[in-house]
């Protein structure tokens, strides 16, 4: 007998299977609201935005597999919506910010950063199943956004204080872009947070240093967020640079 498609079961299974896409889909609404507000000169709310939607594409997944509802669609999916959020979004919001007063330089800039997006997200989904989990090769898109949005979003906050060097702006936006963008290219490994397990015990001061976190990013979110970023961006360079030491070293010694 042929269980009937309408019936509350596989109406409920079909529900299952649309909440981890609707997160998907709040992720690409952030990052297209982020572009709108660009093109109406509001950035600091299209720099929020785009931190929205990065908290929106890092719960799809995990709802996904909390549910047990993995598919090839919600992974599709994902990769579409962060080439909009993580690659278009942040192009376009830097260029109509900072860059479109640089003529050619300033939106090839920015597409630097669009095209870099788009080959990390393509090497990316070719490499799943190939490469070491506990490791990215190049930075993360959202990582690489998150440092343009927190730019953008901390000259917004902090424009009385960088009063004195705003002429030195478009340098840092310009320099910034380009650093975001083929950091995504390169073949340093940035760690993915993947191993990081909350049940496992941790020190006492570990707690404590979370407390401090949690603290300034009450305060100065961002701040926080940008330097957060912007660390984690030069990781992966001081990790390869400290792994070529470590093997010079070896080779010294044999």
């Known amino acids: 007998m042929t269980p009937n498609a309408k019936s509350p079961m596989n109406l409920r299974r079909q529900s299952i299977y649309l909440l981890p896409n609707l997160f998907t889909l709040g992720a690409l ?35 996904a597999r909390m549910t047990h509802t993995q598919s090839e669609f919600g992974a ?23 860059l479109k007063d640089y003529g050619k330089l300033g939106w090839i800039v920015a597409f630097v950063y669009c095209a870099c997006a788009a080959l990390r997200l393509a090497r990316f989904n070719v490499n799943i199943g190939i490469v070491d989990k506990r490791w990215f090769q190049g930075l993360a898109s959202p990582a690489a956004a998150g440092i343009i949005a927190g730019l953008v979003w901390n000259v917004h906050e902090f424009a009385e204080e960088i009063a004195p060097v705003i002429h030195l702006l478009p340098y840092v936006a310009i320099a910034t872009t380009l650093f975001a963008g083929l950091s995504m290219v390169v073949n340093v490994r940035f760690w993915s947070f993947k191993e990081f397990n909350v049940r496992k015990t941790v020190p006492f001061y570990a707690m404590l240093i979370l407390v401090l976190v949690l603290i300034v990013l009450a305060a100065k979110p961002a701040l926080a967020l940008f330097l957060f970023f912007a660390g984690y961006g030069l990781s992966g360079y001081v990790y390869w640079l400290w792994q070529c030491l470590r093997r010079n070293k070896r080779q010294e010694a044999a």
């Open 76 to 98: 599709q999916l994902d990769s579409l919506s962060d080439m909009v959020s993580f690659g278009v979004a942040p192009a376009l919001v830097t260029y109509a910010w900072m």
């Open 29 to 63: 609404f952030a990052g297209f609201y982020a572009i709108v507000q660009g093109m109406n000169n509001r950035f600091e709310h299209a720099a929020v935005a785009i931190f929205v939607a990065m908290i929106l594409d890092g719960l799809d997944g995990r709802v």
